[in-house]
């Protein structure tokens, strides 16, 4: 088991600096860092587009557009690698500058509106989270293999998945130096991307422990692919709520809806009335289900004889706590073993060992999570093919 641990230091290359729009905690931070000079609006601090990696060939990836996928074959540890972490950007990689970086903190369900230095959210108390994070829409280009139906957005197959360290202040300590007032709802996450793209949720989701503002990733400066200088990391919750390149917190006194708990991010069609979800168009989606896939190519090609083979399964909801893998498309099942080490938020690697003879076969796994969730038999039927989760077949050629 992974725990989270604390750890302070100060940056000595960057401004340590607070603005606070009234007194109270932030006052007495503003007090202990000297009053040091104000910073200049977090907008302000994008200098440009970084360059773009899916252009440069070759890659490891799988080239989405402008994202890239993971080739789960090529993770053979418990970390994914910052090189090999999956890339899901809704617009254009922003360029930075971490000396002009400032997280503004602001709404009507704060006491204190504040605009925070990459040095102050390094100087705070930082914790360390091993999460996977998980697009919502992976599998979705596997969709019409298993249902019939080409779901709309990323026709992403496995590689939309990948768990890594994250290190820096929570959430909930940078809201408590705001000061909440007793009316506040939700918390709204906004970044500084091209398409200032933004995710709520409630309070509770923002206080959890392990809810942070990630500065690290693998013990390194976060990537400028992956959020730098600042990002959300919201384990259990679908990708998009990890909000990369966090440049505001906005706290309400009502319940947030924009565009992508509206319409993106919603689980659409005839089993999903829109009149039981207004004003969004069918049920918002937040947490992630149980779900496991094998590290092969697919379709993969292997010898014939014994192969160690192995994959990895995660749940929103809790560790995975057992996973059975089929040599025969389904038809019989057998119990694979789950790789240490375990933790809640993170994924668990899986091994078993095939005796493979030459042909045509279909192998598959299946995972339950320590909740109880198991992967289901029937897909969850929706427009966009969010959190397809299904036993996923996998053909292999032996020969």
Known sequence: ?????????????????????????AGLWLSACGGREPPPRANSAVIGEAPRRWVKDPTPFIHRTTNLETRLEDITGFITPNELFFVR????????????????VHGPGLSTELEIGLGTLESMPQTTVTAYLECAGNWRGLFRELTGARASGGQWTTGAVGCAVWSGPTLGSVLELAGLTGDAVDVNLVGLDGSAFERAMPL?????????????????????????????????????????????????????????????????????????????LGAPINELVVKSALALPRPAALG?????????????????????????????????????????TAWQRFEFTWNAVPGDHVLMTRAVDSAGMAQPDQPLMNDKGYLLNVPLPHPVTVA
Not at 308 to 337: C, K, N, Y
């Open 1 to 25: 088991m992974v725990s989270n641990g604390h750890q302070n230091f100060q940056s000595v290359s960057r401004r340590h600096f607070i603005r606070a729009g009234s007194a109270g905690a």
């Open 89 to 104: 950007n809704h617009s254009p990689t922003p360029l930075i500058d971490p000396d002009r970086y400032a997280l503004k």
């Open 204 to 280: 509770a989701k923002a206080f959890h422990p392990d809810t942070l503002i990630a500065l690290r990733m693998n013990d390194q400066p976060l990537p400028q692919d992956h959020g730098f200088p600042a990002r959300a990391v919201v384990p259990g919750w679908t990708g998009s709520a990890s909000i990369k390149w966090l440049g505001e917190i906005h706290v309400s006194t009502e319940k947030v809806w924009n565009r992508n708990n509206t319409t993106s991010y919603v689980l659409i069609g005839d089993q999903w009335p829109e009149a039981d979800y207004a004003p969004a």
């Open 304 to 344: 014939p004889g014994p192969h160690q083979l192995h994959g990895f399964a995660h749940s929103g909801s809790g560790p995975v706590r057992e996973v059975q893998w089929s040599a025969d498309g389904g038809t019989t099942w057998q119990a694979a073993t789950i790789v240490d080490p375990v933790v809640a």
